[in-house]
């Protein structure tokens, strides 16, 4: 168990719909990360925040957002979902600068788009 | 070039061993990683060696890093059908950023 908690494990939805997934980073953790996996493309990096404030982006899509709340839980927003958005998504924490900076991942969202 | 970037496949016999071998970017990385991802589940982390090392062994890991040409090996001895999963060889840049390879598929045949 990595102590990240991601919901929900499954999620099957139609074409132009919007859903939401939620993360709650390892106790501690001040940053946390959002990736994509897909078949063909592997592992993709979406997004990155610290202690609330975005720190990075990368290949995210205008449709997709997130934000990392008070209390540090974040949440990835996909909306008006294509078929090729199905993909497994993760969530990783990490302390930051402390010890060797790994990321610890939950165990994903399966989103599958009819 | 600008990704991280591994074989996606390899296959060797049980009792094997296998390597599986990753080219990096960032000159300046302060820590590399592989992580382990099983059938469903997230990706678990390996090992790791810091930058100022040429190598670390952990029971029948061995990472080699050579950073003059940037490229980071994994040395699985005695491989076992448990082994069996996919490989990513990660990098965290000087900018704090971490960036992953594709992944490797390992699949060990009895």
């Known amino acids: 168990d990595s102590g990240v908690t991601q919901t929900p494990k499954h999620l099957i939805t139609a074409t132009g719909q919007r859903v939401t997934l939620r993360c709650s980073p390892r106790s501690g953790d001040l940053s946390v990360y959002w990736y994509q996996q897909s078949l063909d493309q592997g592992l993709q990096f979406l997004i990155q925040?610290?202690?609330?404030?975005?720190?990075a982006k990368g290949n995210i899509l205008e449709r997709f957002s997130a934000q990392q709340f008070p209390d540090l839980h974040s949440e990835l927003n996909l909306s008006s979902l294509e078929l090729g958005d199905s993909a497994l998504y993760f969530c990783a924490s990490s302390s930051e600068g402390l010890g060797t900076g790994e990321l610890f991942f939950g165990e994903g969202s399966r989103l599958t788009v009819l | 070039g600008e990704d991280v970037e591994q074989s996606l496949f390899l296959s060797v016999r049980e009792g094997d061993s296998s390597v599986i071998n990753c080219t990096y970017t960032?000159?300046?990385?302060?820590?590399l990683y592989w992580y382990k991802q099983e059938p469903g589940a997230g990706l678990q982390l390996l090992t790791y060696i810091f930058s100022n090392m040429d190598m670390k062994q952990d029971q029948r890991l061995t990472v080699l890093l050579n950073k003059k040409d940037k490229h980071l090996s994994l040395r699985i001895a005695d491989t076992q059908t448990g082994d069996s999963a996919i490989y990513f060889c990660?990098?965290?840049?000087?900018?704090?950023?971490?960036?992953f390879g594709a992944g490797t598929r390992l699949t060990v045949k009895p």
């Open positions: 990660a990098e965290r840049g000087h900018n704090n950023d971490m960036r």
């Open positions: 925040y610290y202690n609330g404030e975005e720190r």
């Open positions: 960032d000159s300046s990385s302060t820590y």
